[in-house]
């Protein structure tokens, strides 16, 4: 009933950026909060930005994305994006969207994953 479809990701040399995007479609009534997720090879998946319906934002815990990573939507095109500034080696990952839908005929929210676009960075 939903997709979440994110696109974006790419190789990108170190300094460099990148902006995903994540589409969502489907039988939609709304749409709560919006994430991207990361998981690199051999480590834990990490919440990497999150912003809700009303625009407000949160970042990973880390140091490690504050200030080069933006997380914004379009409410109307049910689009959110993660703009990513001077990429390091370590922001190599598969980066996936996920989303609280509400969809017809149902009463509450439901969460919802996208597959994932992986961005590369190199030295």
């Known amino acids: 009933q939903v997709q979440l479809v994110e696109s974006g990701g790419g190789l990108v040399q170190v300094g460099g950026s990148l902006r995903l995007s994540c589409a969502a479609s489907?039988?939609?009534?709304?749409?709560?909060?919006m994430d991207w997720y990361r998981h690199a090879p051999g480590k834990q998946r990490e919440l990497v930005a999150r912003?809700?319906?009303?625009?407000?934002?949160?970042?990973a815990d880390s140091d490690s994305v504050k200030g080069r990573f933006t997380i914004s939507r379009d409410i109307a095109k049910k689009t959110a994006f993660l703009q990513m500034n001077s990429l390091k080696t370590e922001d190599t990952a598969g980066y996936s969207c996920?989303?609280?839908?509400?969809?017809?005929?149902?009463?509450?929210?439901?969460?919802?994953w996208g597959k994932g676009t992986q961005v590369t960075v190199s030295a």
């Open positions: 912003i809700s319906s009303g625009g407000s934002t949160t970042y």
């Open positions: 489907g039988r939609i009534v709304s749409i709560r909060d």
């Open positions: 996920h989303a609280q839908v509400r969809v017809h005929g149902s009463f509450s929210h439901k969460g919802y």
